[in-house]
């Protein structure tokens, strides 16, 4: 079946420094990227929206120049954490429009913790 | 604008028994798709069941159905014999319907979700 693998699954970073997580759909083509973040207990909040070879588009109140997210090829979709600040701490999962369940194929989401 | 509302932020079932989870729903949208998702502790996010709104039967996937009633726009899950390894979080989502070019469409709008402890 359909499968988008996320990597790192957890990472740990220092606090000024930049994180990378990576979104790879492995056995169909994701033409569009979804990524959300969602604190513990709390909802999925929809930070971004990415198609393939063209920019992103952000939700509202969420930092561009914080949150870059880059989706180069129809496998490929990263979204780096620049200057990490302990309040970006938080659960980041992305979604890809695309196989089975009704188009939405979830990655299994990276535990993002900045000391 | 899309909005899912879940009203129960936690519910608490006996094993065996069935339990319905709340979702309500607004949109202006004619053609929008429901989906219930279940978030165990380790964060993924497992489909359980999808209705279409034109859909006319109300789905059902093993345990799992949805009470979908478009005039009350609410989209219930039932959970029938709960099991242990039914606790989770549980959310309701909605896709919205505008077309390509509409900043709505294909996004996932997610309620609050509702944590379900299942007792033995």
Known sequence: ?115 | AQKITQTQPGMFVQEKEAVTLDCTYDTSDPSYGLFWYKQPSSGEMIFLIYQGSYDQQNATEGRYSLNFQKARKSANLVISASQLGDSAMYFCAMRGGTNAGGTSYGKLTFGQGTILTVHP
């Not at chain 1, 990263?78 to 979830?106: K, N, Q, W």
Request: include cysteine; proline fraction near 3%.
């Open chain 1, 1 to 115: 079946g359909a499968v988008v693998s996320q990597h790192p699954s957890w990472v740990i970073c220092k606090s000024g420094t930049s994180v990378k997580i990576e979104c790879r759909s492995l056995d169909f083509q994701a033409t569009t990227m979804f990524w959300y973040r969602q604190f513990p207990k709390q909802s999925l909040m929809l930070m971004a929206t990415s198609n393939e070879g063209s920019k992103a588009t952000y939700e509202q109140g969420v930092e561009k120049d914080k949150f870059l997210i880059n989706h180069a090829s129809l496998t490929l979709s990263t979204l780096t954490v620049t200057s990490a600040h302990p309040e970006d701490s938080s659960f980041y999962i992305c979604s890809a429009r695309g196989g089975l369940h009704y188009g939405y194929t979830f990655g299994s989401g990276t535990r993002l913790t900045v000391v």
